[in-house]
């Protein structure tokens, strides 16, 4: 009998839960197509490296040190490949030349070949393997010191085919080739482009010697690959590591797996906000439908339906509501999925759409999502619905809310507010870690507490400046202040959804914003030299480095490279971090913020610490510090300076002198990654930059900028990440849309016959338009400044946080808070469209007629 109450209640209502059931939908769809496109990509990659791996890949042993020291590329003699090769159960042992630091650019235009999404860019030697990731489907291999293939989708991109020129810039110079051979994957490609040379010339080129990156080992099948490792590292002895295909599959899908994880992360974590968002659209809906069934639940309980029974009639329609939306919700999620493999294929991923992976965790996670959800919201009016008593029947309106309640609601909301703002000021006085956790703790009550109090705020504000509305809109004004302000709870509810999402962009937009600030204040002070010369992360050959000292008006340069080290302190703790090598020149274009000690000291002989290392371990200048470089590559170096903290240029770094480091690791200097150049005194600047980009012209992998474009730079790659988090809010924004669009659509449908009476006595459509629309936006205004007001103490609180990690400017997005604002509005009066249209459109004599 219950289960057929609640079933006819819920179809008698389906078209007042149609925008419940979309919120429910879209947070659903959201989260099981994330799982299904993580799981299709991690699937397709593990195809991949299963049907490529070699049964054994012996590469020279190197700790994390020594792997990433800049030019150095750790190589295995041929020697070795021979040795393997007679090993007992090997049929094949190739030699392997693959480097990840060769750039590809074609001649005709000066442009890049290759990606430009972040995957490499991998050159190397062509071998026929048993499990070639690739197959020559045109053309053919590369048979001279002039040849070359190929990938099929980088040829297509580019608009290169067979007889096209392409170079191949390393750090041994510039070498031009002709595409010989187009090659296509045989499964995926997982966005990187790849070259193949000959052998010798691979070997040449890319490691100036004639050795191998890695030996390739497949055997017969008459020993397994556990003893093929053991064999091969007994026969090889120390210096040499071997991966079996199982443990080069985890290697490989690692690499993958850590960025598709972030993207799975960062997604779902979007789509639970939306959820919790779609919470305050879903109890909206339950407790206007509830009010409009008053007398309905009245004379159920008259004639006999006990409070329990209520409760489970309304906590059952919810349940019916979860169900349905998250079975759609899953649905949807596949075709969320296959449009997120569409992008990533537009990114040069090409992931199989065909063979989506659908485990049995994604409708799991589906319905864990949309029926709890749904319960929750329903839970509450469920509560006020059993507390309806068959008197209620007899009365045509509802009861007003307890006084009472509303009492013990401002009071918990105060306490919570209070607390949270408490805990904000408290972290605003205290950075590093203490203060994150203030930050989360104050950051959470207050938004709770916005929550509770947003009733008892809308009495106040809306009352408070809600008289402008009359004023500029006569009666319709009058009335949507009176109808916004009838139903505190309704409007808090309903304007809380939005505030939730944009009180994130707000925070998140001044801490980007504060971020920028700060770094181009940095470099305002501490930058001297006028220009920059970066790549994209590899060193920069000896061809780059003459070619822009030997632009006119350059009066010097100064070189910088990053070199894996890790310090051993006196106690014996060790910092691992990057040290900072460069030439004397660099004291020259750095200001470097020395507290003791001299910066030209730092570079010819020593090097320096940061003053929160120097506090720590009591060191001072002159005090011995061990470097350790890797593979028993030690130095001793003297502290020639300590450094102020604060400065996101120079903290957790550790400078010294190029010439030392070479010293320290037993060989040449590492080649440099960024080149600081400074103009000649009286110089035009703009000038000499224009010359120092035609100088390197023929290097398009080369970021050439003053100190205005650098800057711009920088805030380029932040407009990116908080573009981001602004596109993943959208889904947040979009549901908390519905939310005023259902309690406006509702609230039309409660209000009929006063509509009507309304109509009546003269109210014209066009006004009564107005009016739903003047309450749709003193909604959406409402929401947007209790939004921007919790984001501006949230990003504000954060940069105080983060002021010892180098965010020492404050800076408050006034373009961003207003087009807030300003957007508001128009949510409002987008959201109002529909409600309102439906509103003019009664008949006036039905509408008074009305129950």
């Known amino acids: 009998m219950l289960l057929k109450t609640s ?133 053919h291999v590369p048979q001279g010191a002039d040849q070359l293939v190929l990938d099929a989708d980088t040829a297509r991109k580019s608009g290169l085919g067979l007889g096209s020129r392409i170079r191949v810039i390393t750090e041994s110079g510039n070498h031009d080739f002709t595409v010989a051979g187009i090659a296509t994957f045989r499964t995926t490609n997982p966005g990187a482009a790849l070259a193949f040379l000959d052998t010798p010339t691979a070997q040449r080129i890319l490691l100036g010697a004639e050795e191998y990156t890695s030996v390739e080992v497949f055997g017969d099948g008459s020993r397994g690959n556990e003893e093929l490792k053991a064999a091969a590292l007994a026969g090889l002895g120390t210096g040499f590591e071997a991966k079996t295909a199982a ?130 919201a329903a839970f509450f009016p469920a509560r006020r619905a059993a507390r309806i008593t068959p008197m209620a029947a007899l009365l045509d309106h509802a009861a007003p809310a307890e006084p009472r309640a509303n009492r013990v609601r ?26 994150g956790l203030l930050l989360g703790a104050g950051l959470l009550a207050t938004l709770t507490g916005s929550v509770v109090l947003g009733p008892l705020l809308v009495s106040v504000l809306v009352r408070l400046f809600g008289g402008l509305l009359p004023a500029l809109f006569g009666p319709a004004g009058r009335l949507a202040r009176r109808n916004v302000v009838r139903n505190p709870r ?112 730092v570079f010819a002989g020593g090097i320096s610490i940061g003053q929160d290392v120097a506090d720590e371990q009591h060191l001072k200048v002159g005090d011995p510090i061990v470097v350790n470089y890797g593979e028993g590559r030690t130095q001793t170096l003297p502290v020639a300076a300590v ?34 150049g400074t103009a000649r005194a009286g110089a035009d600047k703009d000038a000499v930059l224009a010359d120092l980009q035609k100088s390197l012209a023929e290097y398009p992998q080369l970021m050439v900028k003053d100190q205005a474009g650098y800057k711009e730079m920088v805030k380029s790659q932040f407009d990116q990440l908080l573009a981001m988090v602004y596109g993943l809010l959208g889904l947040t924004i979009v549901v908390a849309v519905l939310g005023v669009v259902n309690t406006l659509a509702l609230s039309v449908v409660e209000r009929t016959r006063e509509i009507g009476l309304l109509r009546a006595i003269g109210l014209s459509r066009r006004q009564l338009r107005r009016t739903v629309r003047l309450e749709s936006v003193v909604i959406a205004l409402f929401g947007a400044v209790l939004g921007t007001a919790l984001g501006l103490s949230w990003g504000v609180t954060a940069r105080a946080v ?35 249209f439906r509103a003019a459109r009664m008949n006036v004599l039905a509408a008074i007629a009305t129950d």
């Open 643 to 676: 450094l102020k903290t604060g400065n996101q240029l120079f903290d957790h770094r550790f400078f010294t002198g190029v010439t030392t480091v070479a010293k320290g690791l037993n060989g040449p200097a590492p080649a440099p990654e960024v080149l600081f």
């Open 247 to 376: 443990e080069q599959q985890k290697e490989n899908a690692a690499g993958v797996g850590s960025f598709l994880a972030f993207m799975k992360w960062a997604m779902l974590g979007f789509a639970f906000l939306s959820a919790a968002v779609g919470i305050f659209l879903i109890v909206n809906t339950f407790s206007m439908l509830v009010t409009q069934r008053t007398r309905e639940i009245g004379l159920l309980r008259a004639v006999g339906g006990s409070r329990s029974q209520v409760n489970r009639s309304v906590l059952t329609e919810g349940l019916i509501l979860g169900l349905i939306g998250s079975t759609l919700g899953i649905g949807a999620g596949l075709g969320l999925a296959v449009a997120m493999i569409r992008l990533m294929q537009a990114a040069g991923m090409n992931l199989d759409a065909s063979s989506l992976q659908v485990t049995w965790a994604v409708p799991v996670v589906g319905y864990a999502v949309g029926l709890p959800v749904t319960l929750l």
């Open 490 to 601: 309704r409007t808090g509810s309903t304007a809380a959804a939005l505030m939730i999402g944009l009180a994130v962009v707000i925070g998140a937009s001044v801490v980007t914003s504060s971020m920028v600030g700060s770094m181009s204040d940095q470099i305002d002070r501490s930058v001297g030299a006028d220009y920059v010369v970066e790549g994209p992360g590899g060193p920069l050959n000896p061809a780059m480095v003459d070619a822009a000292r030997r632009t006119p008006g350059i009066d010097h340069l100064s070189t910088q490279t990053r070199v894996p080290g890790e310090l051993v302190l006196p106690d014996g703790a060790t910092v691992r971090g990057r040290l900072i090598a460069a030439d004397a020149d660099f004291a020259r274009d750095f200001r470097l913020p020395v507290a003791a000690g001299s910066a030209d000291a």
């Open 7 to 139: 079933l006819r209640s819920f179809l008698a209502h389906k078209w007042r839960l149609v925008l419940s059931l979309l919120a429910v939908v879209l947070s659903v769809a959201f989260v099981a197509g994330t799982l299904v496109f993580y799981n299709t990509a991690t699937s397709t990659f593990d195809r991949l490296f299963a049907a490529t791996a070699s049964d054994l890949s012996v590469r020279k042993a190197q700790d994390d040190l020594a792997a990433g020291t800049p030019g150095r590329t750790p190589t295995v003699p041929v020697a070795t490949r021979d040795r393997l090769a007679a090993e007992p159960g090997v049929k094949a042992a190739l030699g392997q030349v693959m480097v990840a630091t060769a750039t590809l650019v074609d001649p005709a235009t000066n442009k890049l070949v290759g990606p430009t999404t972040g995957a490499p860019t991998l050159t190397g030697n062509w071998t026929d393997t048993p499990r070639n990731p690739v197959d020559v489907t045109s053309g």
């Open 802 to 836: 983060l002021s010892e990690q180098g965010l020492t400017v404050l800076a408050v997005p006034t373009g961003t808070v207003l087009t807030v604002l300003t957007g508001s509005v128009l949510v409002g009066l987008v959201a109002a469209l529909v409600p309102a």
């Open 410 to 435: 401002a009071a918990i909301g105060l306490l919570v507010t209070g607390a949270g703002a408490a805990a904000l000021v408290a972290a605003a006085g205290s950075p590093g870690s203490t203060g």
